[in-house]
């Protein structure tokens, strides 16, 4: 059966695609983010998985306001990158895992999951930046097929934190269930807290962040205690990213081992953070 590895999760902030694509790892503004990565490569190196399942929201490239599925599964040969706006490199296209794919969503529709098969999907900075984050000298072809899924952060209703959870929890058992000898690492994007726009655009709650990536390492359900409104208000109505971390954390069960840890406030007007748990033995 397949390995799964563990789990990453990090933050998307388009700006990353900025400075990466402008060498500015160095700069005093951005090095206290990048710092993050070094061991979390020597980790990926050392679990050398074949396959990433990148849990991510859509921000109006394939889904806009008229359709919202609020979960999606893509299930394409290739998921090329396409900018929504902001100016950043695109990058080279990503192989996808047909055969993994199908097996999520057979699995997760067996489970109650209505989810959305995507057998054409683009991908944005959600995805694409923490795939160059974590493999920065990939050059045409990356190091792992991916398999993208999309969960619903923008438009309400979003799904309960409590449902991410199990969504991520059907994930990890489909994963280790898959008939296959490859080597699985989940990745989970967006966060931590930031609000963009309205009233309390810039708000940033290092104290909840701080909860919340303990949680994770300690008790990784602790979050679906909240409603989404009581989240949006703790972190922000872009913060509540944090959905794709819990998923992404949920698949590797309640123990797993902290790799690396990193928060830096602020990078552009986020809370940028990024974790690595490894499987428990
Ligand atoms: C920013 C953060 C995001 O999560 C995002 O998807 C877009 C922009 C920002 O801070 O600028
Ligand atoms: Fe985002």
Same mark, same amino acid.
């Given at each position: 059966m397949a390995e799964l590895v563990g789990c990453i999760t990090t933050s998307h902030v388009p700006a990353i695609g900025r400075a990466i694509a402008g060498n500015l790892q160095d700069d005093p503004y951005w090095k206290p983010f990048f710092d993050g990565f070094p061991a979390i490569r020597e980790w990926l190196a050392r679990v050398r998985p074949d396959v990433a399942v990148v849990i991510s929201n859509d921000? /109006?490239? =394939?889904?806009?306001l008229d359709k919202m599925p609020t979960f999606a599964v893509g299930a394409a040969p290739q998921y090329r990158n396409a900018d929504e706006g902001w100016g950043i490199p695109t990058l080279p296209p990503f192989a996808g895992d047909l055969d993994l794919s199908w097996h999520l969503i057979e699995q997760l529709v067996n489970a109650d999951f209505d989810i959305t098969t995507c057998q054409e999907m683009l991908v944005d900075h959600a995805f694409t930046l923490p795939m160059k984050l974590l493999w920065? #000298? &990939? /050059? #045409? %072809?990356?190091p792992v097929a991916t398999v993208p899924v999309g969960i =619903? %952060?923008? @438009?309400?209703p979003l799904p309960s934190a409590k449902r991410c959870f199990d969504l991520g929890r059907e994930i990890g058992d489909a994963i280790r269930s898959w008939d296959s000898q490859r080597r699985v690492v989940v990745i989970g994007t967006g966060g931590l807290s930031h609000q963009l726009? /309205? @009233?309390? &655009?810039g708000f940033i709650n290092k104290e909840f962040d701080r909860k919340f990536m303990d949680s994770l390492a300690? #008790?990784?359900?602790? &979050? %679906? @205690?909240?409603?989404i409104r009581d989240l949006v208000e703790f972190t922000g109505t872009q913060g509540i990213e944090l959905l794709n971390w819990l998923a992404a954390r949920a698949t590797l069960g309640d123990q797993a081992q902290l790799v690396h840890a990193n928060y830096h406030i602020p990078i552009s007007n986020t809370a940028a953070a990024t974790m690595a748990f490894a499987t428990a033995n």
């Amino acid at each position: 059966m397949a390995e799964l590895v563990g789990c990453i999760t990090t933050s998307h902030v388009p700006a990353i695609g900025r400075a990466i694509a402008g060498n500015l790892q160095d700069d005093p503004y951005w090095k206290p983010f990048f710092d993050g990565f070094p061991a979390i490569r020597e980790w990926l190196a050392r679990v050398r998985p074949d396959v990433a399942v990148v849990i991510s929201n859509d921000h /109006g490239l =394939n889904f806009f306001l008229d359709k919202m599925p609020t979960f999606a599964v893509g299930a394409a040969p290739q998921y090329r990158n396409a900018d929504e706006g902001w100016g950043i490199p695109t990058l080279p296209p990503f192989a996808g895992d047909l055969d993994l794919s199908w097996h999520l969503i057979e699995q997760l529709v067996n489970a109650d999951f209505d989810i959305t098969t995507c057998q054409e999907m683009l991908v944005d900075h959600a995805f694409t930046l923490p795939m160059k984050l974590l493999w920065p #000298d &990939a /050059g #045409d %072809t990356w190091p792992v097929a991916t398999v993208p899924v999309g969960i =619903n %952060t923008v @438009q309400f209703p979003l799904p309960s934190a409590k449902r991410c959870f199990d969504l991520g929890r059907e994930i990890g058992d489909a994963i280790r269930s898959w008939d296959s000898q490859r080597r699985v690492v989940v990745i989970g994007t967006g966060g931590l807290s930031h609000q963009l726009d /309205g @009233q309390r &655009a810039g708000f940033i709650n290092k104290e909840f962040d701080r909860k919340f990536m303990d949680s994770l390492a300690e #008790d990784p359900a602790w &979050a %679906t @205690q909240y409603s989404i409104r009581d989240l949006v208000e703790f972190t922000g109505t872009q913060g509540i990213e944090l959905l794709n971390w819990l998923a992404a954390r949920a698949t590797l069960g309640d123990q797993a081992q902290l790799v690396h840890a990193n928060y830096h406030i602020p990078i552009s007007n986020t809370a940028a953070a990024t974790m690595a748990f490894a499987t428990a033995n």
